[in-house]
């Protein structure tokens, strides 16, 4: 056998995973089919779970040092401040970290690629999962390796932490039902100052949509996430000129003076119908995927990481018979679900 744990994918959810495995003990083996770690800060909030968790890896010091706090979010309608939501308050007695950290989430990744390198492993980058064999004892992976040129290795266990597009839930027949939402995103990075409550999260509600403001790192650097008016819906070619009328509209006078990011995507909303088949188990966004509002995405996967890595390490000493594997799915596929229900109504 190659390896006790394949990690398929070293997102944040792979990341995670090949960490918690670390801290007990078991190597495991880490690919990733990019050439290195994503530059793109697409999730930005870390949520109380996830710093407990980050707690236990040593983490938690340095995501703070490099995060912002966000305990409070003030919502606008119609250009005028109407309330502050005090978004610490309710946790205060069930967490030591009652906030949302603002913490881009290529930083999240620059801290466990950090830490998992302290554990001496090293991702496998210019490596890409093609196919699955399943066998009772182990399973056989073919890997694309960086010259062109296959390879295949054994592990007793599979984990997909490999997005949306997952190459292990394809490779395992595991149905993805669900569908596209009608509105599309905008995220943009930008150095710009206005009205807004420097250093929280300021929400601005219209009729059709929300802009969303969080404080950055560094002066009057505010991430904004909207939704595309209706009219720029259908268009492929949209810029951040293209959308600053209608956060202009909502967000009273700004003064824009840099826009590092922009991109426009459509989301889905889908849950894996099964989140193992038998060696092979899916995770994070491979398994489920939801509207990006009350910023989950990210933070669900890292937490069905931790929920899989101690049972697959206590099966991988035998220390525990394999049936505890069975509770990943059952403890993990009703938070999806539940996570899928709320973010469509919200
Ligand atoms: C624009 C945008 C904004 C977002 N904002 C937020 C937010 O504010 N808050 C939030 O919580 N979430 C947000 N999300 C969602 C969040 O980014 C995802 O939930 C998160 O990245 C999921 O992590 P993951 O590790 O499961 O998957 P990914 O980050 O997609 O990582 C999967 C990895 O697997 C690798 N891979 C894929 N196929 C293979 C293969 N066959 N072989 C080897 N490697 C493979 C990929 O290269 C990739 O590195 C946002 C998403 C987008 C697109």
Same mark, same amino acid.
């Given at each position: ?9 070293a997102?944040?959810?792979?990341l995670?995973?090949a960490n918690?495995?670390a ?7 880490i ?6 770690p ?22 938690? $010091? ?47 990744e620059r801290i466990m690629g950090d830490k998992l390198r302290d554990w001496g492993l090293s991702i ?45 839930? $394809? ?17 943009? $990075? ?29 002066? $009057? ?126």
């Amino acid at each position: 056998m190659n390896t006790h744990v394949l990690v398929v994918g070293a997102g944040p959810t792979g990341l995670m995973l090949a960490n918690q495995l670390a801290r007990r003990g078991v190597r495991a083996m880490i690919i990733d089919r990019h050439a290195g770690p994503s530059l793109q800060t697409r999730a930005i909030g870390v949520q109380a779970r996830t710093m407990e968790i980050y707690s236990k890896l040593g983490l938690v $010091d340095r995501a703070l040092e490099l995060g912002k706090d966000g305990s409070g979010a003030n919502l606008w309608a119609e250009g005028r401040w109407m309330a502050r939501v005090l978004l610490g308050e309710a946790g205060r007695d069930l967490t030591p970290f009652p906030f949302v950290l603002i913490l881009g989430q290529d930083d999240n990744e620059r801290i466990m690629g950090d830490k998992l390198r302290d554990w001496g492993l090293s991702i496998q980058w210019n490596t890409e999962l093609v196919a699955l064999d399943q066998q009772p004892g182990h399973v056989t992976a073919t890997l694309e390796q960086p010259d062109g040129t296959t390879r295949k290795i054994t592990a007793a266990w599979v984990a997909g932490c490999d997005g949306a597009r997952s190459a292990v839930r $394809d490779l395992t027949g595991i149905m993805f039902p669900g569908a596209p939402y009608e509105h599309v995103f905008f995220v943009a $990075d930008t150095v710009v100052t206005g009205k807004m409550v420097p250093d929280q999260i300021n929400i601005y509600l219209w009729r059709n949509g929300f802009h969303l403001f969080f404080p950055f790192r560094g002066e $009057d650097h505010w991430r904004i996430v909207g939704i595309l008016p209706p009219a720029l819906r259908d268009r492929k070619d949209v810029t951040f000129e293209d959308v600053i009328p209608s956060v202009r509209r909502e967000a009273g006078e700004l003064n824009f003076t840099a826009c590092s990011w922009f991109s426009t995507y459509r989301i889905h909303h889908r849950s894996a119908s099964r989140f193992r088949d038998r060696r092979c188990f899916l995770l994070g966004d491979a398994a489920h995927i939801h509207s990006p509002v009350g910023a989950q995405g990210m933070n669900t996967g890292l937490q069905d990481a931790y929920n899989l890595a101690w049972k697959l390490a206590l099966v991988t000493e035998g220390r525990a018979d394999a049936a505890l594997l069975d509770s990943y799915e059952e403890e993990r596929m009703p938070v999806a679900r539940r996570l899928l229900n709320t973010t469509d109504r919200v």
